[in-house]
């Protein structure tokens, strides 16, 4: 069964101190991979699209990568501000979200 | 601002009654996606509309129902309702119907049955 998992579940940091999360998925045919962040209550926000293996992208403090298995959101100098729920979604035929990961960064 | 809109912002009701959400999409947006979030359940895909045409279907309940309308614009309507369809919900749009399109979520009805 096609399957999107995240992990850590949550993962609290202090103010500068870089991360990485994980999300590892089974699907028979990746059309892309995305990245949102959420905060309570709001709607998903977009952070990033990877379609191949080997592709990266970044965004101030945050960084995708993507291999034929898993992806990692890599997170250097967190703030608190970037506290927040990461969401990763895979789509073949359908559009999968993984249970997200709960960041905490204090000051 | 993703652009997507959606009203209400919060819908409190009683078991067994109807309600409608409303979502408008992104200016250019063709596609407009229907989401359910709760608690134990995650984010859940109900349904995809391209154009006024039904492109895909998820976890919908018969209960519930879609349409997307000339102006794009898109309404999900739930009847019969139970304690267990309090969630939030979400809209989401993208330019086109492909598969690996990027799409843009509204800030969400939260609808709450008493």
């Known amino acids: 069964e096609d399957q999107v998992t995240q992990s850590p579940e949550a993962l609290r940091l202090q103010e500068g101190e870089s991360s990485s999360l994980n999300c590892s998925y089974t699907v028979s045919g990746l059309r892309g991979l995305f990245w949102y962040r959420q905060d309570p209550g709001k709607g998903p926000e977009f952070l990033f699209t990877?379609?191949?293996a080997g592709e990266e992208k970044e965004k101030e403090r945050l960084k995708a990568t993507l291999t034929k298995k898993e992806s990692f959101l890599h997170i250097t100098a967190p703030k608190p501000e970037d506290s927040a729920t990461y969401l990763c979604?895979?789509?073949?035929?359908?559009?999968?979200f993984g249970a997200g990961t709960r960041l905490t960064v204090k000051p | 601002d993703s652009g997507v809109t959606q009203t209400p912002k919060h819908l409190i009701t009683a078991t067994g009654q109807r309600v409608t959400l409303r979502c408008s999409p992104r200016s250019g947006d063709l596609s407009v996606y229907w989401y359910q979030q709760s608690l134990d359940q995650g984010l859940q895909f109900l349904i995809q509309?391209?154009?006024?045409?039904?492109?895909a279907k998820g976890n919908i309940l018969e209960r519930f129902s879609a349409q997307q309308f000339p102006d794009l614009h898109s309404e999900l309507n739930l009847s019969s309702l139970e304690l267990g369809d309090s969630a939030l919900y979400f809209c989401?749009?993208?330019?086109?119907?492909?598969?690996?399109?990027?799409?843009?979520f509204g800030p969400g009805t939260r609808l709450t049955v008493l």
């Open positions: 990877l379609y191949s």
């Open positions: 979604a895979v789509q073949d035929n359908d559009m999968r």
């Open positions: 989401a749009s993208s330019v086109a119907a492909s598969r690996g399109d990027t799409q843009y």
């Open positions: 509309y391209y154009n006024g045409e039904e492109r």
